[in-house]
């Protein structure tokens, strides 16, 4: 079996290309070959005098999408180019260093990608990161905000403390939150929506739009909001070691292939886990709500005509009536619509 590079194996073998440059003015190309057993011939690069890190796959074929640049990102084109020996090639280029965690983490998986198959590799490749561009569409160089780390922690507490023990891998397909959706989780059975509340406004929640807590869809539509304490260090659990748990969790169920991909689209790369390691949430308290007829809200139904666009908050303390324990929920969710 091909060994493939990680993340961590292709930074250090970037890091020693790197290491090797010539003298001023020095141009071309330092080389170095990845998945030796595999039938497709794969490279990491440095390219000089520009310094540019390059990952190439030699193909008979170049996709007409790659011909003149494809954009997969900010920072990171695919090129036609060309290697001594080996003739056409297929580039992914890495035109900003505030990229490089992004362009790492592309060629990573496409190593993998190419262990699995044997065809042509040019429109293997392209097709792959046109899937990227869209997963990449809300990744930043700069990692996450503040916001949305700790949304996305409190999407995966709940997988984790909750639906995973429940539902095993069918939680991981439920998450829906990195699309976008109306409600951050979707069960046959209903649906549920993420809250956190950080600082000592615990009972106030911000609401998207009319349609977030609408529960005109199929089955119960339930509110989980988790009160969190954020600090720099001290007790509590990081986001990246929240997802180490959740993958954990995922692999003895078969789900983590699934997870990955949805972290993704969530924005969370592994190689940028750096950039969330000293920022801890403990929880202090977490309420389930049953949203139905009655529960503090704004609705479709009961937007007044020429209004739309909603966004505001909901105070909990005024919804104690709607409280319901997290049992309730999991049997709500479990009965078969």
């Not at 595999?38 to 170049?62: I, L, M, Q």
């Not at 949430?281 to 007044?304: C, K, M, N, S, W």
Request: charged fraction near 20%; glycine fraction near 10%.
């Amino acid at each position: 079996m091909t060994a493939v590079p990680s993340a961590t194996d292709l930074e250090e073998l970037w890091a020693e290309l790197e290491a090797r440059q010539g003298g001023p003015g020095s141009a071309g190309r330092r080389v170095r070959r990845v998945l030796a057993d595999s039938p497709h011939h794969c490279f990491v690069a440095v390219e000089y005098p520009a310094a540019r890190r390059v990952f190439s796959v030699v193909t008979d074929h170049t996709p007409a999408s790659a011909t003149k640049g494809l954009l997969v990102t900010s920072g990171v084109v695919v090129e036609p180019g060309s290697l001594p020996e080996y003739g056409t090639t297929l580039d992914l280029v890495l035109r900003a260093g505030a990229y490089t965690d992004i362009f790492t983490t592309l060629v990573a998986d496409l190593l993998v990608m190419l262990t699995q198959v044997t065809t042509e590799p040019g429109d293997v490749v392209v097709n792959r990161l046109s899937e990227w561009q869209r997963m990449l569409s809300g990744v930043s160089p700069d990692g996450l905000p503040r916001e949305r780390q700790r949304g996305l922690f409190g999407e995966l507490h709940t997988m984790s403390d909750l639906f995973l023990p429940t539902f095993g891998p069918a939680a991981v397909y439920a998450w829906t939150g990195p699309d976008q959706e109306l409600q951050d989780f979707q069960f046959q059975s209903g649906s549920v929506e993420i809250k956190t509340a950080a600082g000592h406004d615990a009972n106030r929640v911000w609401i998207s739009s009319e349609r977030q807590l609408n529960d005109a869809g199929p089955g119960a539509l339930f509110l989980v909001t988790l009160a969190l304490d954020a600090r720099q260090g001290g007790r509590g659990m990081s986001l990246p070691e929240l997802v180490r748990q959740v993958r954990h969790q995922a692999t003895g169920l078969g789900g983590a292939g699934e997870l990955d991909r949805r972290l993704v689209r969530a924005g969370y790369l592994d190689t940028q886990s750096r950039l969330y390691e000293d920022r801890r949430y403990a929880l202090r308290g977490r309420t389930v709500h049953r949203v139905t007829d009655g529960f503090p809200r704004i609705i479709e139904q009961t937007r007044p005509v020429g209004v739309s666009g909603v966004r505001y908050t909901v105070d909990l303390l005024a919804a104690t009536s709607f409280l319901v324990s997290h049992e309730d929920m999991i049997t709500a969710l479990e009965t078969k619509a």
